[in-house]
């Protein structure tokens, strides 16, 4: 008898955006220690380490040298300038995960985004959205970890950030005490692409 098989068997590629401070870390984080949740990648960067950093944890920590030689060796998935310093995505444990069948998160400034949408089509992009600036103003200013200085160019940054949302596929609005809502969303999103006719694989198979 002849049978179609649908199945879907890579990995999803997920960027999520949204400004510093909106909660995007937390919701990722989150996803990912649910059973069979996503991979989330850690970027390398030359950004100073902050008060809650934890290396090769929050980030890989290296310098500009080593950086920019990099970005000649093509060993970035995608990489940005973001507030004078680099940020970019290891290339080789992404393919591995993808390849392997796990969903992999990207969180990435919305430069890298438009990157990874030309150059990785059936990628998914998610924006998370404060519920307001004047919201996302006091989660900044709660975290401690910015001079009054940096606090302006965030809020000044993350202003154009937030005009660049309606370019993403969906858009969550991580409202306040409704991290469990956000995290149910974003796997909502996940779930329905794997699902998508378009990215299900028809294969036919014999069965006797
Ligand atoms: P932060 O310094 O606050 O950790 O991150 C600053 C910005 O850089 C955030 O918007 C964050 O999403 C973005 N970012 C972090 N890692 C990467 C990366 O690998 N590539 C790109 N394009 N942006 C990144």
């Known amino acids: 008898m002849l049978q179609r098989k649908y199945t879907d068997n890579r990995g999803l590629l997920v960027v999520v955006s949204g400004p510093a401070g909106v909660g ?3 919701i990722c984080r989150e996803l990912a220690r649910t059973d069979g949740g996503p991979d989330v990648s850690i970027s390398e ?3 100073p380490m902050r008060p809650g950093d934890e290396a090769d944890v929050t980030y890989y920590f290296v310098d500009r040298e080593k ?3 990099r970005i000649s060796e093509d060993y970035y998935l995608e990489w940005a300038r973001v507030y004078d310093n680099y940020y970019g995505t290891p ?3 992404i393919e591995e995960k993808l390849e392997a069948g796990t969903d992999v998160i990207l969180e990435i400034d919305p430069q890298g985004a438009e990157s990874i949408r030309k150059n990785f089509p059936s990628a998914v992009t998610v924006f998370i959205m404060p519920p307001s600036v004047t919201e996302l103003r006091a989660r900044i200013t709660g975290r401690g970890s910015e001079t009054e200085d940096q606090l302006v160019k965030r809020l000044s940054c993350a202003k154009d950030e937030i005009e660049q949302a309606p370019r993403y596929d969906y858009i969550i609005v991580n409202r306040e005490n409704s991290l469990g809502r956000s995290v149910s969303e974003l796997q909502a999103v996940i779930t329905a692409e794997h699902l998508r006719t378009s990215r299900i694989t028809a ?5 006797d």
Do not use: N
């Open 91 to 93: 290339r080789a444990r």
């Open 24 to 26: 995007k870390g937390s």
């Open 203 to 207: 294969q036919d198979s014999r069965e």
């Open 67 to 69: 950086f920019e030689s």
């Open 45 to 47: 960067t030359t950004r």
